[in-house]
């Protein structure tokens, strides 16, 4: 008797794991798909960046001190340093993944599943 209900444990326990593996890899796939928007944000900054360090190379080669350079240097620091925000956002968004398998794995050798009944 108690064999067949260690089973039937057994097998729920099977099917938990593999609900919970099923939802670790839908939640990698959304990872993966955040990570490729902002690698397209970064992109798309960086290329802004230049356009406008272009501008501004432009802007500086008046004769005098110009408001439009020192705008557009503001600017300039601005989207450098929302660059690095992305940049950094991204890292840490790649490291989820694993750290999320390494939190389920943890939390899955503390389990030590049903008892067996006394006898």
């Known amino acids: 008797m108690a064999n067949s209900k260690d089973r039937a444990d057994l097998v729920q326990i099977g099917q938990a794991v593999a609900a919970l593996g099923k939802q670790l890899a839908e939640q990698g796939e959304v990872q993966k798909n955040i990570l490729a928007v ?5 992109e798309t900054n960086q290329a802004q960046s230049e356009m406008i360090a272009d501008i501004l190379g432009a802007a500086t080669q008046e004769a005098g001190p110009s408001p439009v350079a020192d705008a557009l240097a ?6 450098q340093l929302l660059n690095e925000n992305q940049a950094t956002m991204m890292a840490q968004m790649a490291e989820l993944p694993d750290a999320i398998g390494q939190q389920f794995a943890a939390s899955l050798s503390g389990w030590s599943g049903p008892t067996a009944p006394h006898e």
């Open 74 to 79: 503001a600017v300039v620091a601005q989207v």
């Open 38 to 42: 902002l690698e397209s944000l970064l």
